[in-house]
C-alpha cells in the first residue's frame, strides 16, 4: 500500500500563503505639499473636488477648502474610504476649522455644456467664492482650472493631498443632503439611499416610473426610459444618407433659384 506523504508544517514564523494577496492599507492623504509650499511663502493654498460626476440624476457639486495649519482636524481622508458617519462629523469640524466655499452644477449645465465642462466651472466658482483668494490651488483629477492663482493638477489627489480630501468630504456630504432633499420631491426612485448612482434599484425605478426633472437627460439609462415612458420627447435618430440626401436637395434648390425663372 502507498502511503500518502504527511504534509511538511509550515515553520513557526513563515508568512501565510496569501499574505501577498492582502491589500495593504492606502496611506493616508497629508498636508507635506501644503507645507513645502507655506516653507516658500506661498499662503493660503486651497485644495478641490467634486461630487457626483458619474450619477444619472442630481447636480455636481464642488467644494474648495483652505485648512488652517493650526487647526486640523484628525481623521482627514478620502471622502470614499470614510463612512458616512465619519464625513458628516469631519464636515462640521472642517468648516469650524477652515475657509470652505462651495459650487453646485445644476442638472440643466450639464446637459448643456457636458459633464466634464460642467464640474470644473463648479470648482473654478467654489475657488473664487473662497472667503480669502488662495495663492496657489491643488485639484483633484488630470484637469487644471482657468484660475487667477497657480492651478496643480493632482492624479488621484483625494488620496494624496490633505486640502483635496477635505474638499472631497465637504463636497460629498454636501451632495448627499441635497440628494434626501431631492428622495422627498420624487418619492420612489430612492435618492436618500443611492443619491442617484447607477445602481439596480435606481435603473428599476428608471424602468417603472420613467425619468425627473432631475435626471440627466443624455445619460444612457436615463435615454432609455424616456424612449419608453416619453417618446414624443425624443427626436429620431437620422441616418448619414438621409442627411446627405437633405444636403443634396437643399443644393439643388439654391441652384434653381439661382438660374431663375
Request: proline letters at 8%; glycine letters at 6%.
Amino acid at each position: 500500500m502507498i502511503r500518502d506523504k504527511p504534509a511538511k508544517k509550515p515553520a513557526k514564523d513563515a508568512p501565510e500563503k496569501d499574505a501577498a494577496t492582502k491589500a495593504v492599507p492606502a496611506k493616508p492623504p497629508s498636508f507635506r505639499r501644503e507645507r513645502a509650499l507655506i516653507k516658500r511663502g506661498v499662503w493660503p493654498v486651497a485644495g478641490c473636488d467634486e461630487a457626483g460626476r458619474g450619477p444619472l440624476a442630481g447636480p455636481v457639486v464642488a467644494a474648495a477648502v483652505i485648512l488652517d495649519p493650526d487647526r486640523i482636524p484628525r481623521g482627514i481622508d478620502d471622502s470614499k474610504r470614510l463612512t458616512a458617519e465619519e464625513r458628516e462629523r469631519l464636515f462640521d469640524k472642517i468648516c469650524a476649522t477652515a475657509q470652505v466655499s462651495v459650487a453646485v452644477a445644476s442638472r440643466s449645465r450639464i446637459d448643456r455644456d457636458n459633464i466634464l465642462r460642467a464640474s470644473l466651472w463648479a470648482l473654478k466658482r467654489a475657488v473664487v467664492a473662497l472667503p480669502e483668494a488662495p495663492c496657489h490651488v491643488f485639484v483633484d483629477g488630470r484637469d487644471r482650472l482657468d484660475t487667477s492663482c497657480d492651478c496643480e493638477a493632482v492624479i488621484g489627489g483625494d488620496g494624496i493631498v490633505l486640502s483635496i480630501a477635505a474638499a472631497s468630504i465637504v463636497a460629498k456630504v454636501t451632495r448627499d443632503r441635497l440628494m434626501c432633499a431631492l428622495a422627498q420631491d420624487c418619492p420612489g426612485y430612492g435618492f436618500e439611499q443611492h443619491k442617484g448612482y447607477a445602481v439596480p434599484e435606481h435603473l428599476d425605478a428608471l424602468n417603472r416610473l420613467g425619468p425627473t426633472i432631475h435626471h440627466r437627460s443624455f445619460f444612457a439609462p436615463v435615454v432609455a426610459a424616456r424612449v419608453k415612458h416619453m417618446p414624443w420627447t425624443v427626436e429620431p435618430a437620422r441616418d448619414l444618407f438621409s442627411a446627405e440626401l437633405d444636403v443634396q436637395m437643399e443644393a439643388a434648390v439654391e441652384i434653381d433659384a439661382a438660374a431663375g425663372p
